[in-house]
């Protein structure tokens, strides 16, 4: 079905659940993070947990759920497990959310508005 006057199908109901779904994960800032961090360059668990500030067992847990929904990817490395995100479409929807954001607080004295509720 067309949305009026815009020229775009509406997306099936599936397609618009698993965006949903996608979304959702992303909307842990500690899950986000670790997107934003493999967004850069790929990094093996231990490396995402420092660099995230996270222990490791909970990285682990967010690793395995991010996976599990396709937006994570792994390789086996010898002994490691290497994380990397090879969609570009989720890097490129990551980068700009986290960048527009930060720019929306770095040009008011204000923070950032909480998003909470919705």
Do not use: C
Request: aromatic share 4%.
């Amino acid at each position: 079905m067309k949305a009026a006057g815009s020229g775009y199908d509406d997306p099936s109901a599936d397609v618009l659940a698993d965006a949903a779904a996608a979304f959702g994960l992303l909307a842990s800032s500690a899950r986000l993070h670790i997107v934003w961090a493999l967004a850069q360059g790929e990094s093996d668990v231990t490396g995402l947990a420092d660099r995230v500030g996270g222990a490791l067992p909970a990285v682990s847990q967010h690793l395995t759920k991010l996976k599990l929904a396709g937006l994570v990817r792994s390789r086996r490395e010898g002994r490691r497990q290497v994380y990397f995100v090879d969609d570009p479409d989720v890097v490129d929807v990551v980068r700009l959310a986290v960048t527009r954001i930060g720019d929306r607080a770095d040009r008011t004295e204000l923070p950032a508005p909480r998003l909470r509720g919705l």
